[in-house]
């Protein structure tokens, strides 16, 4: 039983090392790193998408990030670059 610890925590420990120094590699392709200029949090809007069941058990959807996101892919001039993440139980 001590073996299969030391292997555990052995597997354990490199799995944390590969995984930092992966972290520490450049991410984006050549061309995509940008740095622009300092903007204040003065013009911030908060677009969200609901989905909740209502007291009869019906499935509700509110949705506003994707109207917002059209409208940006509708404008772009050179290229997009979306970062998404989306979570829940249905």
Do not use: K
Not at 42 to 63: A, E, I, K, N, P
Request: aromatic letters at 16%; charged letters at 15%; hydrophobic letters at 50%.
């Amino acid at each position: 039983m001590d073996s299969f610890r030391t292997l555990s925590a052995l597997l354990l420990m490199t799995a944390v090392v590969v995984f930092i120094g992966y972290s520490m590699m450049p991410s984006l392709p050549t061309g995509f790193a940008f740095a622009g200029p300092f903007r204040p949090a003065s013009h911030l809007q908060f677009f969200h998408d609901d989905t909740w069941v209502d007291d009869q058990g019906q499935r509700q959807v509110s949705q506003t990030i994707f109207d917002e996101v059209f409208r940006l892919i509708e404008g772009a001039q050179h290229f997009l670059l979306i970062d998404m993440f989306l979570y829940n139980d249905f």
